[in-house]
């Protein structure tokens, strides 16, 4: 059975950090992109980043310059560290798996397209 489940989500203050994972299990992780997702209170789910297995990445505009996406393929997990978080960066956090063409096209795709496996979710809070 396929497992994808964030961790290391939690409550920051503004400017603070954040490192949240993600092991796989039960695919073929290397043949799949990556992406991180998010759904904010009220809020459509866009994409925050994603990479796929020939070390391309693409960011959000909101993401880009304080969040960075990795993969460990040895160990099925992937990561995004996230610094100088904001507000309006409290939202779940969901890890996906995609036979995407391209991690741009992961990050843009619309928000009700169905992504092949998901995790359940890692919630960040950003307040002070």
């Known amino acids: 059975q396929v497992q994808l489940v964030e961790s290391g989500g939690g409550s920051v203050q503004p400017g603070g950090s954040l490192r949240l994972s993600c092991p796989a299990s039960?695919?073929?992780?290397?043949?799949?992109?990556m992406g991180w997702f998010r759904r904010a209170p009220g809020k459509e789910r866009e994409g925050v980043a994603a990479?796929?297995?020939?070390?391309?990445?693409s960011y959000a505009d909101s993401a880009k310059g304080r969040f960075t996406i990795s993969r460990d393929n040895a160990k099925n997990t992937l990561n995004l560290q996230m610094n100088s978080l904001k507000p309006e960066d409290t939202a779940m956090y969901y890890c996906?798996?995609?036979?995407?063409?391209?991690?741009?096209?992961?990050?843009?795709?619309?928000?009700?397209?169905?992504?092949?496996?998901w995790g359940q979710g890692t919630l960040v809070i950003v307040s002070s």
């Open positions: 996906a798996a995609h036979p995407a063409p391209s991690p741009s096209w992961m990050v843009g795709v619309p928000s009700n397209y169905g992504m092949e496996f």
């Open positions: 990479l796929c297995s020939d070390g391309t990445t």
């Open positions: 039960a695919f073929r992780f290397s043949n799949y992109c």
